[in-house]
């Protein structure tokens, strides 16, 4: 459907047509995605997103993906793949709006990135797309989607109100919704997000239960898409304390999978359930529900899929303090991680690589007591980690600090501290300030080690001004 100037202008790119040949959409977005990982980049690039491309819905792709195209096309320019100039793109009007904006953001403006974080994720999605969760409520989402201002009735509106029809441009809304969450989160965190994430979650659930979707692949579509928002907002409240919040919200997307018969939905679902039931000391229920998950992922081709599913049992085992089914299932974890990245791997998994792996690995063995070993994992997660991941990069060494700290290194635990607090004015998660927390509590009798009084009195001073 049609429902603005903007998407109606759309020129289609046929010079990126031609590049795709005679593979499918599907399968020319897993040569992608190949191409991504040769170079170390990370794109969520599916069927739907080549077709917008080729629809000229998406105008000049992000920073992420330019490099991607050209590593696949070496010699040839944005231009000969049918892209427009970038600073052409930038330069057209905006959309009236009540305050500034973020670009990449689908909430207000008071949460902005970094200058070279602007350049480096600049919105390449059509203007329908970038104005579709800039407002709150249900009614002013879907006037901006095109529907008239009472298409989408409130919550608990009159039942005989009109409702409006869902297509392709309210299902990509929904879609993007999901990846500008993910995006913010692994740059700042989740404290400050979560209020304005809940907007678009029940503009999300009011499309389903107000108006007509007359495709079932579109109505797939918009469940699975309601269904990760809702993970999404709940990892938000999870990470920033609020669990009880975080079960409500998993709940309700656990749900949308099974009313959906998504089994894919269902196993992120249950993964999400089962970290959030170790973090709240409900070992037996993280243990049930990573099983859970499991069974659902079965359905999946997807072994790196299996081997996060693995690791929250594991977690919760070792929460259990069960060291030999700990280990059992921890090695259950490393067996699916070997086999290696899939076509098939949700696109939620982008964060779950080898740093990944080694932090749950750290963590389980904290869990046990074993310090010293957990602190040689958080080592090499953080190690590892790509530094554009700032929230996961100062989680990785706030648990190495605290590892150290208690496997007694309290020097080498200050150091590790310091690295983190420099970290704190980009990252917002209550998460990482109680790990450091209780690592400063743990560092106290050290006050006279060297580097300690130091990192503490930075500390409180980073308290403070929070």
Do not use: K
């Not at 609020?242 to 196993?267: K, Q």
């Not at 690589?353 to 389980?364: F, I, K, N, T, Y």
Request: aromatic letters at 6%.
């Amino acid at each position: 459907m049609a429902s603005s100037s903007q998407a109606s202008r759309a020129v289609p790119n046929l010079a990126f047509r031609r590049l795709r040949g005679q593979r499918s959409p599907g399968e020319f977005a897993a040569a992608v995605r190949r191409a991504a990982r040769e170079i170390g980049e990370q794109v969520s690039c599916d069927a739907r997103y080549i077709g917008r491309v080729e629809a000229g819905e998406i105008r000049c792709p992000n920073y992420a993906y330019e490099r991607v195209f050209l590593h696949m096309f070496p010699g040839l320019t944005l231009a000969d793949l049918g892209f427009t100039p970038r600073e052409r793109v930038r330069g057209r009007g905006a959309a009236p709006q009540a305050g500034p904006i973020h670009p990449c953001c689908p909430f207000d403006g008071s949460l902005h990135n970094s200058p070279s974080d602007s350049n480096r994720d600049s919105d390449e999605e059509s203007d329908v797309l970038r104005r579709a969760f800039m407002t709150s409520g249900p009614t002013t989402v879907a006037a901006s989607l095109g529907f008239g201002l009472g298409s989408v009735p409130a919550p608990g509106g009159p039942p005989g109100e009109a409702a409006g029809r869902v297509g392709e441009t309210e299902v990509n809304a929904v879609e993007e919704a999901v990846r500008r969450i993910r995006l913010l989160d692994d740059r700042h965190g989740a404290d400050g997000l979560y209020q304005r994430a809940a907007r678009p979650l029940r503009a999300a659930y009011a499309l389903l239960d107000a108006c007509t979707i007359t495709r079932r692949s579109t109505a797939e579509r918009l469940h699975a898409g309601a269904g990760e928002l809702a993970i999404s907002v709940g990892w938000l409240a999870h990470d920033s304390g609020r669990f009880d919040d975080a079960r409500s919200h998993y709940a309700e997307a656990l749900a949308t999978a099974r009313v959906a018969g998504d089994p894919a939905l269902e196993a992120h679902a249950f993964c999400n359930t089962s970290f959030l039931a170790r973090d709240a000391g409900r070992h037996r229920e993280a243990v049930r529900t990573a099983q859970a998950g499991q069974r659902a992922a079965r359905q999946i081709a997807s072994p790196r899929l299996l081997s996060l599913l693995a690791l929250r049992e594991a977690g919760g085992w070792a929460g259990l303090g069960d060291r030999t089914s700990c280990e059992q299932s921890l090695a259950r974890a490393h067996t699916y991680f070997e086999r290696g990245a899939s076509d098939a791997d949700p696109e939620w998994m982008s964060f779950f690589g080898e740093p990944e792996l080694e932090a749950l690995r750290a963590q389980c063995w904290s869990a046990l007591g074993d310090w010293s070993r957990a602190a040689g994992h958080a080592r090499r997660a953080a190690g590892l980690q790509d530094r554009r991941f700032t929230r996961n990069l100062a989680l990785y060494r706030a648990e190495l600090a605290a590892d150290l700290a208690r496997a007694g290194a309290p020097e080498e635990a200050a150091a590790a501290g310091d690295r983190v607090l420099d970290l704190m004015d980009e990252v917002r998660s209550s998460r990482i300030q109680t790990i450091l927390a209780d690592t400063a509590r743990t560092l106290l009798p050290h006050r006279r080690t060297p580097g300690v009084g130091t990192f503490l009195d930075r500390h409180v001073s980073a308290f403070r001004r929070a």
